[in-house]
């Protein structure tokens, strides 16, 4: 890429409003939440209020600096045999709080303005940042079907998403993510390389400086 063209794409990156493609299937949505942020923060707090943010293990042994729940039919969940799905919260042993109507309404919209349409997503997991907390490169990959997207939403403190490639090496941009941002990967970048810097101290007062985010997938 020529330097001109990338700084022009940098600016794009920066933008309040409309889209920005990252990668082939993954576009960034900017303040495609907003008129839904509060809603959207109400169920947050419903859901938590059954199923508390824990800080799961990795294989590895370690212990994330991300806080995570779910809802939805299926939850993404981590311990030292491995990632998985489960129906159940391990902590509780209780089925993960349903999804809310107007959670999956949304992320299905969101999808469709992405342009897969569609999007009946069965999971949602709920990651909760705050100062210092960090989430990896990595791929989302322990969803079977590849044909449908991810829908992550934004809310809160800003963070930068760091969106790469098909292997680990590859380069990654920095995306700007704030409070009310929709990005949406699919098709071919279904399996791309992604992850959030550590969150900065006093970001926003909005959610007193936590960044909640939610991605919507199909699990099952
Ligand atoms: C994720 O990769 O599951 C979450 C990304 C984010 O917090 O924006
Ligand atoms: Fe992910």
């Known amino acids: 890429m020529r330097p001109e063209t990338r700084d022009l794409f940098e600016d794009r990156l920066d933008t309040t409003v409309g889209r920005v493609a990252l990668a082939p299937g993954a576009v960034l949505l900017r303040g495609h939440a907003l008129a839904d942020a509060a809603q959207l923060v109400d169920g947050v707090e419903q859901i938590v209020a059954r199923a508390p943010f824990r800080h799961l293990v990795t294989p590895g042994g370690f212990r994330m600096t991300v806080a995570m729940t779910n809802c939805g039919e299926l939850g993404w969940v981590s311990d030292r045999s491995g ?102 990967w699919g098709g071919p970048s279904r399996r791309y390389f992604h992850g959030i810097l550590p969150l900065k101290e006093g970001g926003s007062p909005v959610l007193g400086g936590e960044r909640i985010n939610l991605t919507f997938r199909k699990a099952a």
């Open 83 to 184: 990632y998985r799905y489960d129906r159940l919260d391990p902590e509780s042993g209780q089925p993960w709080p349903a999804m809310p109507p107007t959670f999956r309404r949304f992320a299905a919209r969101s999808a469709a303005a992405a342009g897969f349409e569609g999007f009946a997503p069965d999971a949602c997991l709920i990651n909760r940042y705050r100062p210092g907390a960090k989430l990896s490169l990595h791929r989302d990959a322990d969803e079977p079907d590849g044909s449908q997207p991810i829908v992550s939403v934004s809310l809160g403190a800003p963070a930068i998403f760091l969106f790469g490639g098909a292997k680990r090496a590859d380069k990654t941009l920095r995306v700007p993510l704030r409070h009310g941002d929709v990005v949406v």
